[in-house]
């Protein structure tokens, strides 16, 4: 059953170049209302334990490395369909993939530097938002 909400985080690379406010005009632009939001910087170990479900892939260390190279912007946000609409705002994993308009068309260097994460499920929306948000930080 689809949800409401969806977790999102600006990556290190578009946050150091600068695009975080821009970004965050489209998402609500978009009709996405901002549940909760913070800027942190994500330890080694701490991205280590975000992306473990990608710990057997070749690109586990060097996401790592990158994921906690700068400043992020974790955010949980709330809209009808959520996910499915998020997805579709930020485009495909590859930017040179991705649609006209999208975040990431926009915003992205690369496959890894792609500007910005969007959960895929519902279900990872709650566990990724519980790993950024203690309850009482999301209204």
């Known amino acids: 059953m689809a949800t409401n909400r969806t977790f999102t985080m600006i990556k290190p690379d578009a946050v150091a170049d600068g695009h975080t406010g821009a970004i965050i005009k489209m998402i609500e632009e978009a009709g ?3 549940i909760a939001l913070k800027k942190t910087q994500l330890t080694s ?3 280590g334990k975000f992306y473990a479900v990608h710990s057997e892939r070749p690109f586990y260390s060097s996401l790592c490395a ?3 190279s ?3 912007v974790p ?4 809209k009808e ?4 609409d998020f997805r579709t705002l930020i485009g495909a994993t590859n930017p040179a993939q991705a649609a006209e308009g999208t975040v990431r068309k926009l915003f992205a ?4 530097a792609n500007a910005i ?7 990872n929306a709650a566990i990724e938002g519980s790993f950024f948000f203690a309850g009482v930080e999301q209204y």
């Open 81 to 84: 369909n959520a996910v499915a």
């Open 117 to 123: 994460h969007g959960s895929d499920s519902d279900e």
């Open 70 to 72: 700068g400043p992020i």
């Open 32 to 34: 996405f209302r901002i």
């Open 75 to 78: 955010m949980i946000l709330e």
């Open 66 to 68: 990158y994921m906690s």
């Open 45 to 47: 170990e701490q991205a």
């Open 109 to 112: 260097k690369s496959i890894e």
